[in-house]
């Protein structure tokens, strides 16, 4: 059954509790997920999105008992990723000739995905598909997060059905975010935001600015996943604006990964310096090997500077900080320090990769890497300690104490 949301508009979408991990395991969803389709009913009727493949004769099934399909008027698709054309196949094969309205590249990207001839209707922004007492204003989106994205402003009951902007993989039967658990769901807002949305940062200012400036009145947000922004949508938008301006806390985030726990040995004493120089900022210790890799991802997208480290391992670094690192590069995290560190054992490359990979993603690399040859000793756990409050300093914008005894590592 759907689930109205207002007088003209149903949710028609699928709430998927047992979703663990998105794009492939790129992404993990503890929370699960939801795929948000609308019916709209205001004497045309149209459908805005759909839902992911596996659901997708699900889907159709449950889109019959809210209405003869043969009564659609119109689809709508706002972006194309599977998880939101998946059933179109199966929907479009029941209703063959039935206008698709989307982008000029959300055209190329159905095509390319199903291969299939429809009725498309390219659509830009400010172009509009009158109902009967609303009207729906197409505007396009584009790289956020994929080239055809647009959003689709409904007047009369002032709804922007955003798409992928301002959802989150979370899995709730509320749908409305008056009736959720608003601190998991901003958790998932932000590691959304955190994974997905950061390298495409200055073009979700430009987008914001550019719907705020046609002054449209707004009642509610309605993504393609996660709830409903009913109460004051006004909010996640700003909250989005925030995200996109170079985000960070009062927070220093440590990432690491160990072998015979030289490295972990290394990181807690960084920690304990970093604590010593500052108490007011937040540090968070992270292992590359056994936390979430999207979790490591929101608290660096949450700090103002961060330490990553591992040990030497066939002249190179583990495996898990490796596979981070050029997650982090492809985030392209802006305004952020970085310094690295590790253990090894007779070579002692590892920290200096880790470093290199680091400035060229764009890090303001504040000091050289530090290195300990195999085990930390009392010296070199105080090297690891000062090395900490080094780094807290030039986080703080303070110039580094100094100590007298070599802190890169060979």
Sequence with gaps: MGKKITGKVTWV?????????????EYSTHKG?????????????????????????????????EIDLKDIDAIVMNHNENDHSGALPELMREIPDVPIYCTKKGEQILRGLYHQDWNYVTVKTGDTLDLDSCRLTFVEAPMLHWPDT???????DNILFSNDGFGQHYATESLLEST?????VMREAKKYYANILTLYSPQVTRKIRE???????????CPSHGIIWDQDPGAIVRQYLEWADAYQEN?????????????????????????????????????????????????????????????????????????LL????????????????????????????????????????VSDPLGILWNPDRDTVADCEAFGRQFAMAAAGSTAETTGRQLSGN
Excluded at 14 to 21: G, I, N, R
Excluded at 180 to 184: G, H, K, L
């Design 251 to 323: 927070q220093i985030t440590i990432v690491y990964d160990t072998m015979w726990n030289s490295t972990r040995q290394m990181a807690q004493a960084i920690a304990r310096g970093i604590e010593s120089a500052d108490p007011d900022v937040k540090v968070k210790l992270m292992n590359a090997a056994k936390d979430d890799k999207n979790d490591i991802l929101t608290e660096i997208f949450s700090s103002k500077a961060v330490l990553v480290g591992s040990p030497t391992i066939n002249y190179g670094i583990s495996h898990a900080i490796a596979g």
């Design 211 to 221: 719907i705020l400036e046609m002054n449209l009145p707004l009642n509610m947000i």
């Design 150 to 156: 647009m959003f689709t402003y409904m007047s009369g």
């Design 180 to 184: 959720a658990d608003m601190d998991e």
């Design 33 to 65: 997920s939801s795929y948000n389709a609308w019916l709209v009913r205001d004497g045309k009727n149209v459908l805005i999105d759909t839902v992911w493949g596996p659901y997708d004769k699900e889907f159709v099934t449950r889109l019959k008992e």
């Design 326 to 365: 050029e997650m982090i590069r492809g985030l392209r995290f802006k305004k952020k320090k970085a310094a690295a560190f590790g253990s090894y054992g007779w070579s002692g490359e590892g920290p200096k990769q880790i470093h290199d990979h680091l400035q060229k993603s764009g890090f303001e690399m």
């Design 13 to 25: 979408g699928k709430t998927d509790w047992e979703l663990k991990s998105f794009h492939g395991d």
